[in-house]
Nanobody
Framework: VQLQASGGGLVQAGGSLRLSCAAS????????MEWYRQAPGKQRELVAS???????KYADSVKGRFTISRDNVKNTVYLQMNSLKPEDTAVYYC???????WGQGTQVTVSS
């Protein structure tokens, strides 16, 4: 499985970004898909996940601001990020929980 993440960039505090992660492979629809992030000097942390049944979970720090979704026809998982804060600045990675495959990461920078 190969994952290609995109959509990162530079945005002002309060702004929005949508990350995308396109997956190859034929088992996407049954995989739990996750978004992680890693800020400089910090450990990688789980931001959001979505199961094959579309159950979602979020880190407390992003609840109410971020939304994870998936399109099983396009084999793509999304992370809609609203009301961004400077502390959301990090490299964001997608992960296929079924195969433990990781995307290459996309940089999100939020300026104050």
């Amino acid at each position: 499985v190969q994952l290609q993440a995109s959509g990162g960039g530079l945005v002002q505090a309060g702004g929005s970004l949508r990350l995308s992660c396109a997956a190859s492979g034929s088992f996407f629809s049954i995989a739990i898909m996750e978004w992680y992030r890693q800020a400089p000097g910090k450990q990688r942390e789980l931001v959001a996940s979505i199961s094959r049944y579309y159950d979602t979970k979020y880190a407390d720090s992003v609840k109410g601001r971020f939304t994870i979704s998936r399109d099983n026809v396009k084999n793509t998982v999304y992370l809609q990020m609203n009301s961004l804060k400077p502390e959301d600045t990090a490299v964001y990675y997608c992960r296929d929980g079924l195969t433990d495959s990781w995307g290459q990461g996309t940089q999100v920078t939020v300026s104050s």
